[in-house]
């Protein structure tokens, strides 16, 4: 369902958004096919420039996936997400790992946000005030920064979206989706936040190692082992012991 919000709702990118599909990719395989023939016949500069362009084209129809399409998504989320909530910038990372554990289970796990902490480093304590409402305490490079949380979204077993609300450190969204796939479920996490140096300040903390897409990666994989290993050993999530040593993307 979702929740009523004192914000205009929003909704995650679309996971195919890159996908081609159909008469698309098929008109990407023959006119890719085509151009890189004749860019080898032709040689010369113009023959190498077609060549690479047919190259290009024929390797997006045979993927099935457009790096182009993808950013162009990637840019008009941000721009509907600055939009609706007035932030300066918005920047957002999308990131997916399979987890072989049952995709209730996971639901279940990630939507008691107390226990996010246990796989996510930069987080020091979310304290959970009722079935809506939580407290953010987090760690980042800028700072310490806290905040109260709103979940905005919530399909059993399937979704769930939370945002930040009233006065927050660090402006925020984010959804976290659980879809059935081979080998156990694939775990899609969506985050998009309000720079608190803006672009500049986002760009500098990617150079860094230290943006939320490295640590977005850092912290499904910690989950995969948490969750699997815990499995494993029959154990609990809390009593299982981290395996994962990699230094935390926000210090």
């Known amino acids: 369902m979702h929740l009523d919000a004192p914000t205009p709702p929003l909704a995650p990118p679309p996971r195919n958004a890159a996908a081609i599909q159909g008469v698309e990719r098929l008109a990407s395989v023959a006119g890719g096919g085509l151009l890189l023939s004749r860019g080898l016949a032709r040689g010369g500069l113009l023959g190498l420039l077609t060549g690479a362009t047919g190259a290009w084209l024929l390797n997006r129809g045979l993927r099935g996936h457009c790096s182009i399409k993808r950013t162009l998504t990637k840019v008009r989320f941000e721009r509907d997400v600055r939009r609706s909530l007035a932030w300066h910038s918005a920047a957002s990372q999308t990131r997916r790992i399979v987890i072989a554990r049952p995709r209730d289970e996971l639901y279940r796990f990630w939507r008691d946000f107390s226990n996010l902490p246990i796989f996510m480093r930069h987080i020091e304590r979310v304290d959970v ?12 490079p800028m700072g310490r920064f806290e905040w109260d949380a709103e979940v905005t979204d919530d399909i059993p077993g399937r979704l769930i979206g939370w945002r930040s609300c009233g006065y927050a450190g660090l402006n925020n969204l984010g959804w976290v989706s659980f879809e059935d796939v081979p080998g156990g479920t694939e775990v899609t996490a969506v985050m998009a936040y309000e720079p608190p140096a803006g672009r500049l300040g986002h760009l500098f903390a990617r150079l860094l190692r230290r943006d939320p897409g490295t640590r977005i990666a850092q912290d499904l994989a910690e989950l995969k082992v948490l969750l699997e290993r815990a499995h ?9 012991e981290r395996t994962s040593h990699m230094e935390s993307p926000l210090g």
Do not use: E, I, M, P
Request: no cysteine; charged share 25%; net charge positive.
């Open 129 to 140: 005030l009722n079935d809506r409402y939580s407290h953010w305490v987090v760690k980042a």
């Open 232 to 240: 494993a050993v029959g154990d609990r999530y809390g009593a299982v």
